[in-house]
């Protein structure tokens, strides 16, 4: 079994989370981030579509 040199991270501030594996103690920005979503032009064509026929069915439907 492989064992650190150093069992506590100092820079955790707090005796259980020093106390914690490094691997457990992982930030957000260590770990891979997967690709940022972009809609498609088609999506905002539909998403577009759908919006203008509520905007007028319920104009249509009030007035």
């Not at 457990?24 to 088609?42: K, Q």
């Amino acid at each position: 079994m492989r064992r650190s040199l150093v069992l506590t991270d100092e820079a955790a501030r707090h005796p259980f989370r020093a106390s914690l594996p490094p691997h457990v103690t992982r930030t957000e920005g260590d770990l891979l981030r997967p690709p940022r979503w972009r809609p498609s032009i088609a999506e905002v064509r539909s998403f577009a579509a759908v919006y203008v026929s509520g905007v007028v069915g319920i104009t249509a439907f009030i007035a």
